[in-house]
């Protein structure tokens, strides 16, 4: 199956630094991409849809200047955590439809990266 | 607009066990459903799925069936290992648009 791909896995930074995190497309070419939050007790948040050769798309709530995310290419999506600080600490999760498969809305996951604020 | 709703967690059991965890939802059209697992540490990684009414899917000793009729999408094992703790999410996607929509997650826990 197709393979998604998350840098780093996981990352402690100090209040106020900025943080980046890499998606890759391993096998396949994803135009779009997705990312998610996940809080404490499980639940999923989805942050933000991100667009090859264009801007992203934020839900509602999300903080665009500070989720900063650029599709750089078909295989490869950013998200920038600017001025970290505690509170944005979580578990942050990338995922892609495979092009062959979008119509089912099947998803390939990352394996998720860990960002501990201090 | 589409919801997913799963039971609450945890979810234990002993090995050998059999596993139900509940999964309805509502949707505007004919969606697709799948159960995606989450082990420790990791991210998701697809279950299971049906693309339509009565579909059964299967996947490591795991089964849902697609029961368009009473809205649902059961996750079932007849006998649960050690191995199977982690948390399951159900989910559904609209033909409409392919982000799909998540449930909660249950955490399953499995102890020998």
């Known amino acids: 199956g197709a393979v998604v791909s998350q840098h780093p896995s996981r990352v402690i930074c100090k209040s106020g630094t900025s943080v980046k995190i890499e998606c890759r497309s391993l096998?396949?070419?994803?135009?779009?991409m997705f990312w998610y939050r996940q809080f404490p007790k499980q639940s999923l948040m989805l942050m933000a849809t991100?667009?090859?050769?264009?801007?992203?798309?934020?839900e509602q709530g999300v903080e665009k200047d500070k989720f900063l995310i650029n599709h750089a290419s078909l295989t490869l999506s950013t998200l920038t955590v600017t001025s970290a600080h505690p509170e944005d600490s979580s578990f942050y999760i990338c995922?892609?439809?495979?092009?062959?498969?979008?119509?089912?809305?099947?998803?390939?996951f990352g394996e998720g990266s860990r960002l501990t604020v201090l | 607009g589409d919801s997913v709703t799963q039971m609450e967690g945890p979810v234990t059991l002993s090995e050998e066990a059999f596993l139900t965890i509940n999964c309805t939802y509502t949707?505007?059209?004919?969606?697709?459903l799948f159960w995606y697992v989450q082990y420790p540490g990791e991210g998701l990684q697809l279950l299971l799925k049906?693309?339509?009414?009565?579909d059964k899917g299967s996947n490591k000793g795991f089964e849902a069936t697609y029961r368009k009729e009473t809205t649902s999408f059961h996750l079932e094992k007849g006998s649960v290992q050690v191995s199977d703790s982690a948390v399951y999410f159900c989910a559904l996607s609209d033909g409409g648009s392919y982000i799909p929509t998540f449930g909660r997650g249950t955490s399953l826990i499995v102890h020998p």
């Open positions: 049906a693309t339509k009414a009565d």
């Open positions: 991100s667009n090859e050769g264009s801007k992203a798309t934020y």
């Open positions: 949707a505007t059209g004919y969606p697709s």
């Open positions: 995922s892609a439809p495979d092009g062959g498969k979008q119509e089912t809305g099947e998803l390939f």
């Open positions: 096998d396949f070419q994803a135009t779009t």
